[in-house]
């Protein structure tokens, strides 16, 4: 009974739930949607920088990010302010309009990863780099939850994905893959490191967040 209540618990989501903390705009905020908002995006950082620690290959954009601190010198945490930031500018000509959420992403989350990368130590067996890249991509899944559920706005890159898709009819999956690749490719080109850890990424986030949007789903009082 307990193992059927637990594999209920951890089936993936269809959908983003309606939760008592998802705002009715983008600027409706309040005590408690706004550090809901906050722990994931920390949640999510620190879950990246894991990733990156792990040394077996780190995610698309993360790869980009970290290529360009190869170029420029730049710390990993501004460079992925600085990549944020300029998504954010695409925006312009799709017509979206950014909230709160947005530009708490945009700074939260380059925040945590400079954060994660001078906490967490760097791994030097394949081994213990897998199980910090499995644990960063719960925690990216996690984090998303929660963030997600707030309704304060979409991060930059799941904006532009997004107004790309609504402008050219193009479905999303499609444009988000065509996005991914074209900064991962970049990225290892500058130097970014690529490897097993981008594969499980690829291959394990989405599951990730939507096994966490079932538990937010289930465990939210309706």
Known sequence: MKLTGLRTLLTPHKTVPITPWRAETRWDLSLSRVLILFTGLIIFGLGDS?????????APWTVFAQGLTFKTGLSIGFATLLISSFVLLIWIPLREKPGF????NIILIATFIQVGTQIFPEQSSMTSGILFDLIGI?????GSALYIT?????????GAM????????IRVGRVRLGIELVVLIIGWFMGGSVGVGTALFALLIGQSVAIFLGIVARLTPK
């Open 138 to 142: 719960a925690m990216v899944g996690l």
């Open 101 to 104: 959420g947005t530009l708490s």
């Open 162 to 169: 997004t107004g790309i898709h609504y402008r050219t009819g």
């Open 150 to 158: 707030c309704g304060l706005g979409p991060g930059p890159r799941d």
């Open 50 to 58: 894991l990733l990156i620690q792990g040394n077996q290959g780190n």
